[in-house]
């Protein structure tokens, strides 16, 4: 299998995408296309290979890259040559299967919608972060993607993260709810009020598997209240950001719990295999990247700061996202 | 200064909110008003008296309760009669300058917008909790009141907020912000992006004192990004029960790190005072209830859940609310 990395995308690019891959390459017994200024590119393979090793890389050259600021539309044009666009035509002519890029989010949206394009039927595609609840992961779709949406945009959200965290992560029976400000049937908007309607009603389409559990308050969310949660992309990125601001604030509070005097400070030192498995189970770099769900070929967001770790699950991510068949079961369950 | 508090709001009344009343008439040197059936209010005042002491009590009678499950508009019609609308009626005929429930919140609302009324010139009365951030505290406007608003009202949320932040807590030149998925002008939906040119043109309003800041990200407000945050009621409403949900992880993961094993018990024992510390700043029941502003009179709604530490704070705050005249305020930079 071969997956292709934009050797560019990134805060820390390329040296964390190179030790990433490398890392991932072995690891995961898959070989890493990084796309970028090849000059560059070679150097920095070759300068950090006494620390890396040898991994089963190749490089393909590209020519800048896509800014944050930059007009996504771009990937298409003047930057379709840079080092998301040509990871993009790699996926799209065949030569990888699928892509990771830790560059311009909304370059990434435009690229697999329109570059690689939309499995047949999917109206958009859902940026799908997974996140950490106390007792497991959960799917959040969207995360951003599409700040406003119709109900059936949400019906289809449901069913790929539905699929995805069953065929990606093994989930059974995956609980789908609906992020809504209470739990009975009319709460929310007219938005929550139609897509819940349309959810309840699955058993007109006859492929589609939904254990749909109705709205779920954001309160339950990370407390394991359900597998799947369903909203769209404003509410989704606001939910999604609230979170990593309270794991912000949760670092913050522990450092001044255990700083407060002598004593709590030797709490620490006696504490410090708990607070190592919690850093542990709030770290996005041990997860990867966020999929697209909803295009033609697996596509994986990284996090715009991923280090060498986060560069690697993303891989071993995408790698399992192809061997899942999550793409071909989306495409039978919409029929 | 005569406090009213619904005698029978809330999941652990009337006990709770005898012992929070007896407490908070004592400690801040207010009257306090229960209102309910006056037997069983009179017998379980004496009741609980070995144990509360003798505070600055009166009870007004009040027939049956409204229910969360209930039409809120029935607190005009056939539940004016209930502890709820009784503690509206003695605020209305100036009997008492503040009202505290923890009964229905869209009951509150109604009767805050419709019994005691609005604010000359707001649209729409916002329900504003107060919450801790890493250093301090703010305000979101609106907590869950107005599911969808219009860019002026968000305005009108921002400038009412800033007063209250700014005269009861005395947070000085209080930093508004509207709460987006990112910082930039032209981020978000059509409703942040018109709020964001409003926000910006306050200088038209001859009284408004408004220290706009911008879009603030959700991640940025528990770090203590803003004073006052911004946004309408489905939002804010996601927004504040993330932040609860992610209040539980915290608390379970805490629970995990110092229960994993007999070292990390023992780290326990010396760094419980930075837990109790953290606790405590993470705790509702501190602060008192969320005030609803926009309405004439001070109208404080405290939690479901409220025990009597949480009525005795609340009571506290609609103490400070009637002293700060923060309601005059209103008015004139609202002109």
Redesign the interface.
């Known amino acids: 299998m071969r997956i292709v990395i934009d050797g560019f995308g990134g805060d820390n690019a390329p040296d964390e995408v190179i030790r990433g891959a490398v890392a991932a390459s072995r690891e995961y017994n898959v070989e890493v296309i990084i796309t970028g200024d090849e000059k560059v590119l070679e150097s920095r393979v070759k300068a950090l290979q006494s620390e890396t090793g040898v991994g089963n890389l190749s490089i393909v050259n590209a020519d800048g890259v896509i800014q944050v600021e930059d007009n996504p539309l771009e990937i298409r044009k003047s930057k379709k040559n840079s080092s998301m666009g040509v990871a993009f035509d790699l996926v799209k002519t065949e030569k990888a299967d699928a892509i990771v890029s830790a560059g311009s989010t909304a370059a990434l949206m435009v690229g697999g919608s329109m570059v690689i394009g939309r499995i047949k039927g999917i109206k958009r595609p859902a940026l799908s972060p997974i996140m950490p ?2 007792n497991g992961k959960y799917i959040l779709a969207d995360g ?1 993607a599409n ?2 949406c119709r109900p059936e945009v949400l019906l289809q959200f449901g069913i790929m993260g539905s699929i995805y965290i069953n065929k990606v992560m093994g989930v059974e029976k995956p609980r789908v709810g609906l ?1 809504n ?1 209470g739990t009975e049937e009319e709460k ?2 007219e938005l929550e009020q139609q897509a819940y309607a349309l959810f309840k009603s699955t058993s007109q389409m006859p492929n589609a598997k939904l254990n749909f559990v109705g709205n779920v ?7 394991g209240g359900c597998d799947v949660i369903v ?1 769209d992309g ?2 989704g ?14 670092k ?2 522990l450092k ?6 002598a ?2 400070k ?10 190592a ?2 850093t542990k ?2 770290d996005y770099r041990e997860t990867g990247g966020s999929p697209l769900l909803g295009t033609a070929k697996p596509v994986i967001k990284a996090h715009g700061s991923s280090d060498a770790k986060a560069f690697k699950n993303a891989i071993r991510q995408a790698k399992e996202f192809v061997e899942s068949n999550a793409i071909k079961e989306i495409e039978r369950q919409l029929v």
Chains 1, 2 share one sequence.
């Open positions: 609840s106390i951003g700040l406003e992020l400000i929310g908007r308050e954001a309160r339950e969310v990370p407390l909203t404003f509410t990125n606001i939910y999604l950001k609230t979170v990593e601001g309270m794991g912000g604030f949760m913050s509070t001044q719990l255990f700083g407060k005097n004593l709590t030797a709490g620490y030192l006696f504490a410090k295999s708990g607070v498995d919690f189970k709030t």
